[in-house]
């Protein structure tokens, strides 16, 4: 069995990878995670995912130009095989909704939830 963390733990590691926290590494990780070009308004957008059979893993960070961060932690696990197709062929959907809720705090209350 591999190593299993939960939502709160993979968004922890984002937000302190963003707001320099972290420590040493740090930049090393966000050139990995900031691979694509940053929207409108951000210093760097950085991403990764994972996916196995069952599984759909998202996470985002968000640094702003104004040093704010934001971060989303997507984790989905025990899908049966037909909606883990359903969902892993809707996958760019579900990533720009996050990139969505990251900018905008309207898109945000639409989808937040704490669990």
Known sequence: MGAKGSAAQLDSLYR???DGSFGDGADIALRQLEYQPAPDGA?????????LPGVLNQAFE?????GTVATAVWLT????ADRY??????????QML???ALQSSDALDRIACVV
């Open 16 to 18: 302190s990878l963003a």
């Open 43 to 51: 210093e760097g957008l950085g991403f990764k995912g994972g996916n």
């Open 62 to 66: 968000l640094r702003r130009e104004d």
């Open 77 to 80: 696990d025990g899908l049966p």
């Open 85 to 94: 197709e359903a969902a892993n062929t809707g996958l760019g959907n579900q």
């Open 98 to 100: 996050i990139i969505d």
